[in-house]
């Protein structure tokens, strides 16, 4: 299920929030949210493109941080 999804005049932005705690030690959060959901959030973008919607971005929003996490 996609948590946000909204239209800017370039397109469709989803964003999808996370919580979970990011693994210690790693210096890159964003590279492993990245890998751990770019399937998620490439068969959300896919489903929104079968309804003939343009994605023009899609983001992880970390809850615990607040950061966001650009996928597309």
């Known amino acids: 299920k996609i ?7 370039e397109g469709w932005v989803l964003v999808d929030y996370k919580t ?19 399937r998620q959030i490439g068969e959300y973008a896919g489903a929104l493109r079968s309804l003939s919607l343009k994605v023009h971005s899609a ?3 970390l809850a615990r941080t ?3 996490v650009w996928m597309i």
């Open 3 to 9: 948590d946000l999804l909204f239209e800017e005049p």
């Open 59 to 61: 983001c992880l929003l």
């Open 20 to 38: 979970d705690r990011i693994p210690e030690g790693n210096e890159d959060a964003g590279k492993c949210f990245r890998e751990k959901y770019a």
């Open 66 to 68: 607040g950061e966001a």
